[in-house]
T-cell receptor
Framework: GAVVSQHPSWVICKSGTSVKIECRSLDFQATTMFWYRQFPKQSLMLMATSNEGSKATYEQGVEKDKFLINHASLTLSTLTVTSAHPEDSSFYIC??????????????FGAGSRLTVL | QKEVEQDPGPLSVPEGAIVSLNCTYSNSAFQYFMWYRQYSRKGPELLMY????GNKEDGRFTAQVDKSSKYISLFIRDSQPSDSATYLCAMSDDGNNRLAFGKGNQVVVIP
């Protein structure tokens, strides 16, 4: 099956520093990956769509300069939270599109990265 | 009105009971409907995937879609403590790319 690996699973950083989160598709190639953010007891909110070899597409209200996305290869997308502040503390989850054995396009999610900014 | 409405619960049931979850939505263009299971501090895991209206069964899980009522359901038969998790409905109008999620419904199955 399709596996998406996300690293780190949790990170604590000081306010003002930058944090990079990696998302890798382990056994398939993903031209498109998605980055979500989830607050406690809340739904997943799509932040941006990461496209291999081109610029990411950001959802309305998401700051491009704050959440830098790079999709340099078919198996790796990174999200960098720049100049992090406590309000950026959240659970960040990536996903990648995978074609199942039945032919359906499904999204496979990583295990998530919990960011805590002090 | 949000695109997808889902009662967050929590829902507690005894082991062996049937769990019934549902979501309503407002966007009539949605064609693809999914249910994900999310354990605490983990990413969502796809449980069921349905295209358009109808029923789909997979083991103890049954997904139903009623597009005329803009209503989808997930049933879990013979529930087990390992089914305790948050269940999220999700839907899309473009083949599972940009998903709209419900808030998630926390389910607790009591041994």
């Amino acid at each position: 099956g399709a596996v998406v690996s996300q690293h780190p699973s949790w990170v604590i950083c000081k306010s003002g520093t930058s944090v990079k989160i990696e998302c890798r598709s382990l056994d398939f190639q993903a031209t498109t990956m998605f980055w979500y953010r989830q607050f406690p007891k809340q739904s997943l909110m799509l932040m941006a769509t990461s496209n291999e070899g081109s610029k990411a597409t950001y959802e309305q209200g998401v700051e491009k300069d704050k959440f830098l996305i790079n999709h340099a290869s078919l198996t790796l997308s990174t999200l960098t939270v720049t100049s992090a502040h406590p309000e950026d503390s959240s659970f960040y989850i990536c996903s990648a599109r995978f074609r199942s054995s039945s032919g359906a396009n499904v999204l496979t999610f990583g295990a998530g990265s919990r960011l805590t900014v002090l | 009105q949000k695109e997808v409405e889902q009662d967050p619960g929590p829902l507690s049931v005894p082991e062996g009971a049937i769990v019934s979850l549902n979501c309503t939505y407002s966007n009539s263009a949605f064609q693809y409907f999914m249910w994900y299971r999310q354990y605490s501090r983990k990413g969502p895991e796809l449980l069921m995937y349905t295209y358009s209206s109808g029923n789909k069964e997979d083991g103890r899980f049954t997904a139903q879609v009623d597009k005329s009522s803009k209503y989808i359901s997930l049933f879990i038969r013979d529930s087990q403590p390992s089914d305790s998790a948050t269940y999220l409905c999700a839907m899309s109008d473009d083949g599972n790319n940009r998903l709209a999620f419900g808030k998630g419904n926390q389910v607790v199955v009591i041994p």
